[in-house]
């Protein structure tokens, strides 16, 4: 099964991003990163996709809001991102 693509829109110093990445790196995850921090209408269009939420980071597998930082680490604890991450979760 084919890896989804992962994206992860972000800001510079944004200290939840960085924990994200993190995660992701510990994962060996490749994903697009998505800087919001100097153009608003890259941030808009985050909100529009991430159903309103303004927060970063904003984090999408394959298709699938993931959410923030807080909830890809609850995946993680739930024992899920491996599966996501691999393209195998429903």
């Known amino acids: 099964m ?3 693509a992962i994206t ?3 800001t510079r110093t944004c200290p939840f991003c960085i924990r994200a990445k993190g995660l992701l790196h510990e994962k060996n995850a490749q994903y697009d990163e998505i800087d919001v921090g100097t153009d608003p209408s890259i941030r808009a269009q985050m909100t529009q996709r991430a159903n ?3 927060t ?3 984090i999408f597998i ?5 959410g923030g930082c ?4 609850d995946l993680e604890r739930q ?3 491996d599966a996501l991450l691999a393209g195998n979760a429903a």
């Open 56 to 58: 970063v980071p904003q």
């Open 2 to 4: 084919t890896k989804p």
């Open 62 to 66: 394959g298709n699938r809001h993931v």
């Open 70 to 73: 807080d909830d890809l680490f």
């Open 79 to 81: 024992g899920r991102l």
């Open 8 to 10: 992860i829109y972000t």
């Open 52 to 54: 309103g939420r303004r």
